[in-house]
């Protein structure tokens, strides 16, 4: 039999999360690999979406989602970031961010058009690049002083007449950066020297620390109507399951998206979307609390890590540490993962496959820190065999 997936995907297979919390399962090792809370969001918010099951909210729900959780959306856009949306055309409910920036590429790119990312990138973009038969280019982030970033002639060079969007990550995953106006600022004018159409993907917003503001591309000027920004519960609120996300743009850019999105999933859960949007609208202190905590996770995951004998990128969001793994004598993070549940007892996620050029990134390996504190130290302390051993 000849090989049934279609040439294009056929480099993908299992993800490296998949891969990787079943090896946590198999082996008993503690998994600071993929990027799940082991604690659960805000009571009152979970049990909205417990009445809104018993209430009979149980059928489908609008395809552009609940008109409840579109104008929460939009409230919390407008008094976040000034950016004003309106509920009825500006704004798409998904199921989750990842089926959001799908159907965005699929949506706006033609067979050989070009998409811009950062590597590294988290890996749906070059899967959901591949579906829509266009071409990934790679910008490579590189450490300057202490934190990833990319070069602007690097930036400006990946632009050819062929492309056509620029995948733009803030909060960072895997590196934990958070974009500075600045940098925002080069993207935004290639955006729109060159015509093009920002995707941001800013699941870890409200997730930035030590008094880092994340600033959304859409708010630079010119930007808002070039810009699909999407966005997510299951990071702000600790409830990844649900899978709940949203689209905001100019209602041609959204009702493209949604041409699409219609023939994925149709429609995400009504149960969570009503749930969200109470989230949205009466838990945000409750989001403030969760920042202050995952910072002090970040902390203690990091000085464990340095003691352990990893160099340690210190990351300013998300949930995720990056190390350089070569001071205990290790290049090849890939190799060392896989190892790792053996050598310590804790799994992680080695960097270099979320690279179109892995030998950029082979000495790189990601933790994650959205765990409970005894978790993390009890990591901490199985990871130090790695320099004593």
């Not at 030590?210 to 109507?225: C, I, K, Q, S, Y």
Request: proline content about 6%.
């Amino acid at each position: 039999m000849t090989e049934p997936l279609v040439s294009r995907m056929r480099a993908f297979g299992t993800t490296i999360f998949a891969e990787m919390s079943a090896l946590a399962v198999q082996t008993g090792a503690i998994n600071l690999g993929q990027g799940f809370p082991d604690t659960d969001g805000p009571a009152a918010m979970l049990d909205r979406a417990v009445q809104a099951i018993t209430s009979g909210a149980n059928q489908y729900p609008p395809g552009p989602g609940l008109l409840e959780l579109r104008q929460a959306v939009a409230e919390h856009r407008s008094a976040h970031y000034g950016l004003d949306y309106e509920a009825n055309g500006e704004v798409l409910v998904t199921v989750g961010a990842t089926e959001a920036i799908a159907a965005a590429v699929l949506a706006l790119c033609e067979p050989g058009d070009e998409v811009i990312a950062f590597e590294p990138y988290y890996d749906s973009y070059a899967a959901s690049i591949a579906l829509a038969q266009a071409r990934l280019v790679a910008v490579t982030m590189r450490p300057v002083e202490g934190r990833f970033t990319f070069d602007p002639d690097e930036l400006r060079a990946a632009v050819t007449p062929r492309t056509r969007a620029i995948l733009v990550n803030s909060p960072h995953n895997p590196t934990g950066t958070v974009f500075t106006r600045d940098e925002l600022a080069v993207i935004a004018a290639l955006c729109q020297e060159y015509g093009l159409t920002a995707i941001t993907d800013e699941v870890y917003e409200h997730l930035t620390f030590d008094g880092v503001e994340h600033v959304p591309l859409a708010t630079l000027p010119g930007m808002r109507e070039r810009t699909v920004m999407i966005s997510s519960a299951g990071k702000t609120f600790s409830v990844t399951g649900w899978k709940t996300g949203w689209v905001c743009a100019p209602a041609p850019l959204v009702t493209a998206v949604q041409t699409v999105k219609q023939f994925l999933t149709f429609t995400a859960s009504a149960p969570w979307q009503l749930a969200v949007a109470y989230g949205l609208r009466h838990e945000l202190d409750w989001v403030s609390a969760l920042r202050a905590g995952l910072q002090d996770k970040r902390d203690r995951l990091m000085e464990g890590l340095v003691a352990a004998g990893f160099e340690v990128f210190g990351p300013a969001g998300t949930y995720f540490v990056q190390t350089d793994i070569r001071p205990l004598g290790f290049t090849d993070g890939l190799e060392l993962t896989r190892r790792l549940p053996e050598l310590a007892g804790v799994v992680a996620i080695p960097t270099q496959v979320f690279y179109d050029h892995p030998e950029r990134g082979s000495h790189f390996v990601r933790f994650a820190f959205c765990k409970k504190d005894e978790v993390i130290d009890e990591a901490v302390t199985r990871l130090k065999r790695l320099s004593s051993g």
